[in-house]
């Protein structure tokens, strides 16, 4: 059965700090994808990751895959109010079923 | 397009009711997905579809039915509604075949049962 793990669960930043968001998984898959998730709001999709040592960037936020250690990360450069939300890795098994993380809830102060 | 559509966007319903939450989706997706998410939690699979005609379960799919007669269209079923189906529904959609494979979700459904 597989297995998402997210830490931290909840995080407060500072505007203008950098933090990195872990995403552990248990057994191997070929996709893994990055979520936000604004408060009572539908998921929006941030980042696709297919291989090994794929690394995206968006803006502030910066998504990479490491396959062999099962770890995708989310890093955030420079924190701005924005930001604010709660972001979910999910990771692809047979079907294209997706199996969420806990998420982590983001508040980035002034 | 209107993308992955929802109905109703919320509602309340007593111990025992049944009802039926609607998705709808014009991207001509073949897969099409249905999530729970319990509050602060990451959302659970409940059911999902591969085409007209074909559904599975997902990991939580007790005390839920589903039908998929179109392409478009996927309505998920309630029958006697529980405290504990209280959560709010995703329906999704995918196309299988991409390099991506990447869900689209529609605005959910607030359910509450009292």
């Known amino acids: 059965e597989l297995k998402v793990e997210q830490n931290p669960l909840f995080l407060s930043m500072q505007e203008g700090k950098n933090y990195t968001i872990y995403c552990n998984y248990s057994t191997t898959s070929d996709r893994l994808y990055w979520y936000r998730q604004d408060p009572g709001k539908s998921l929006e999709s941030l980042f696709v990751?297919?291989?090994?040592?794929a690394v995206k960037q968006e803006g502030r936020l910066m998504a990479s895959l490491d396959t062999k250690a099962r770890l995708s990360t989310l890093h955030i450069t420079a924190a701005v109010h924005d930001l604010s939300a709660t972001y979910f890795c999910a990771v692809a098994s047979a079907g294209n079923m997706l199996t969420f993380g806990g998420g982590t809830r983001l508040m980035v102060k002034p | 397009n209107a993308g992955v559509t929802q109905t109703p966007k919320f509602r309340i319903l007593k111990i025992g009711q049944s009802m039926t939450l609607q998705c709808a989706q014009d991207m001509n997706h073949n897969y099409m997905y249905w999530y729970r998410q319990d509050p602060g939690m990451g959302l659970k699979l409940i059911y999902y579809s591969v085409g007209a005609g074909i559904t599975d379960k997902g990991e939580v799919p007790n005390g839920y039915n589903v039908s998929r007669s179109t392409t478009e269209d996927f309505p998920l079923r309630l029958e006697l509604a529980a405290p504990s189906q209280t959560s709010v529904y995703f329906c999704?959609?995918?196309?299988?075949?991409?390099?991506?494979?990447?869900?689209?979700f529609g605005p959910g459904t607030r359910l509450t049962v009292l």
């Open positions: 999704a959609s995918s196309y299988q075949g991409g390099s991506y494979n990447e869900q689209f």
């Open positions: 990751l297919l291989s090994n040592g």
